[in-house]
């Protein structure tokens, strides 16, 4: 586990650049914390550091949104799949040839496989936010080696 505190929404963005830069296929980043705490701004650094310049935003009421990088980015918002039951195909989309992030994993829990790297981040204030990264999996505590740089 590593926690780090940034004090904008720039040291946000440069930290997940940092880990965007290093990630390969088939890499699952699930993003915690309470609505507003900084979720999409993180995912934009890890877009911009996989090559990603289009906009990057939230896929609140489009519940998944696909950037083409070095990998394809796969942006899912899980909030409003709380209770569904048929398959969405997020398995695949995981073990595909992409980074899968979700924000909200907690409505499809079940669905995740082992490992992952979970950042959750809370706001402090208007720009202060700690951000705390915990790995599931040893292919991701190698991830923490790059943030500590």
Known sequence: MLKITTYSAKETKEIAYKIGKILTK????VLTGDLGAGKTTFTQGLASGM???KMVTSPTFTIMKVYKGKLPLYH?????LEGMT???G????MDDDGVCVIEWPIFIFDSLPDAYLNVD???ISDDIRSLTFIPHGKEYEKILEVISL
Do not use: F
């Open 51 to 53: 090559g990603i310049t």
């Open 121 to 123: 981040i809370k706001r």
């Open 76 to 80: 899912i918002d899980a909030y409003r």
């Open 26 to 29: 088939g890499t699952l980043i």
């Open 90 to 93: 997020l398995e695949e989309m």
């Open 86 to 88: 048929q398959d969405l």
